[in-house]
């Protein structure tokens, strides 16, 4: 398996704009998580999904983010409008259903609002 | 969530042992104890988990007391490449939909 893949890997855009960030978790797993990452917040929880179901988005910074999970082995996360204090490290994570088990890491995207 | 306290940061010479130590004073019975490690530029990757007592694996070895309010991550012998930001989480499994939370982490700088 290739892992988790996150797309784009860099994306700059205006503020005002829309950005739209995709994750494909590793074939099989049932959870997963997106976080973002600062310099000033370290990494953060924004929301997690367990079989495609949002199970708590209570980190998501306010309306202009947003997440689905239309099926298994796909996932957005969606920012509209961006603002420049959107600017991090987005990571998704997934994990299998299976007890003590680990969460992988996509290699991220980094998201430069100007 | 129990709540974690390590080290900011922590220097090393290579060829050393680490061993960073994590305090979780409020672990509830079904938490586990877990390792990651995360290099600049990438997501965080695990290293090892545990309940109780000692956990080897061919990365790292995790110490937890009877009592289970700390723990001790210990990387035998450090490189350069071991220099990264470790992170000790408690919680309960992932299976079953439960979170992974983060803290601050524990910042390694590994020298010549």
């Known amino acids: 398996d290739a892992g988790v893949i996150q797309s784009p890997r860099h994306e700059v855009t205006e503020m005002g704009q829309e950005v739209t960030l995709r994750c494909k978790p590793i074939s099989g797993h049932n959870s997963l998580f997106w976080y973002r990452q600062t310099m000033m917040r370290g990494l953060e929880l924004l929301i997690y999904f367990n079989n495609n179901v949002p199970i708590d988005d209570s980190g998501m910074p306010e309306d202009r983010f947003s997440a689905k999970m239309p099926n298994a082995s796909f996932s957005t996360l969606k920012i509209q409008p961006s603002e420049p204090r959107d600017s991090a490290v987005y990571f998704c994570?997934?994990?299998?259903?299976?007890?003590?088990?680990?969460?992988?890491f996509g290699q991220g995207t980094r998201l430069t609002v100007v | 969530l129990a709540k974690t306290t390590q080290p900011i940061s922590m220097d090393s010479y290579e060829g050393q042992e680490v061993n960073i130590t994590c305090s979780h004073n409020n672990i509830a019975t079904n938490d586990y104890i877990t390792w990651y490690q995360q290099f600049p530029s990438q997501g965080p990757r695990f290293i090892i988990q545990g309940y109780k007592t000692k956990v080897t694996n061919e990365v790292a070895s995790l110490f937890i007391p009877a009592d289970r309010k700390s723990s001790t991550l210990s990387l035998p012998r450090v490189s350069l490449s071991d220099t990264a930001v470790y992170y000790c989480?408690?919680?309960?499994?992932?299976?079953?939909?439960?979170?992974?939370?983060f803290g601050t982490g524990t910042q390694l700088k590994v020298e010549l």
């Open positions: 994570a997934s994990s299998s259903g299976t007890e003590n088990t680990e969460a992988f």
């Open positions: 989480l408690v919680g309960p499994p992932l299976g079953g939909g439960n979170k992974l939370t």
